[in-house]
């Protein structure tokens, strides 16, 4: 079984989000879906809620954004 960086997705409201994807990503993002699911047991009914947990997920782990960030920050006191 593969190691992804996901979790089961928490249930909350949906909220409705319009963004342009190639095509090839959107493949991916629904086979990602298909593979959370399987791993999870819970299939994910929308592969678009997979959207903000990545992009957290890549926010959170990204050194250079958090470097930056942090320069940011202190910066601005």
Known sequence: MSKLKLGPLPDDKP???TVELPASVHRDLVAYA?????????PVADPVRLI???LERFMATD???A???RVST????
């Open 15 to 17: 909220v409705k989000v």
């Open 34 to 42: 298909e593979v959370l699911g399987r791993e999870t047991g819970q």
């Open 52 to 54: 903000v947990p990545m």
């Open 63 to 65: 050194r250079g954004f």
């Open 67 to 69: 470097k930056a960030r």
């Open 74 to 77: 202190k910066s601005e006191a």
